[in-house]
Nanobody, 124 residues
């Protein structure tokens, strides 16, 4: 089992920034690819970003490329999502998730463990 706890969400003005964190406990953190997803009201959960076991590979949804940065610190068992230049359409609950392989990192169904989410609200 892997337990994931997100933090860092909040209310921010358009153009602002936040740093989301996801702390993991349980099994060896570096054995898992980590992903961030988000879900806005009335919409399906969508892929945001993912990172490989060591952090040498990152993947982003087109909608966030150039604005969001995923990183991880395996010594701290934590994955981060730096979100910059926020737009109103970024408003959502952000979830982190873990999966043991690098196959289909954008598919939520491939992830085995999920956190409870953190709310990001962008005011215009």
């Amino acid at each position: 089992q892997v337990q994931l706890v997100e933090s860092g969400g909040g209310l921010v003005q358009a153009g602002g920034s936040l740093r989301l964190s996801c702390a993991a406990s349980g099994r060896t953190f570096s054995d898992y690819y980590m992903g961030w997803f988000r879900q806005a009201p009335g919409k399906e959960r969508e892929f945001v970003a993912a990172i490989s076991w060591s952090g040498d590979r990152t993947y982003y949804a087109d909608s966030v490329k150039g604005r969001f940065t995923i990183s991880r610190d395996n010594a701290k068992n934590t994955v981060y999502l730096q979100v910059n230049s926020l737009k109103s359409e970024d408003t959502a609950v952000y979830y982190c998730a873990a999966k043991p392989t690098g196959i289909s990192v954008a598919l939520s169904t491939r992830y085995k463990y999920w956190g409870q989410g953190t709310q990001v609200t962008v005011s215009s």
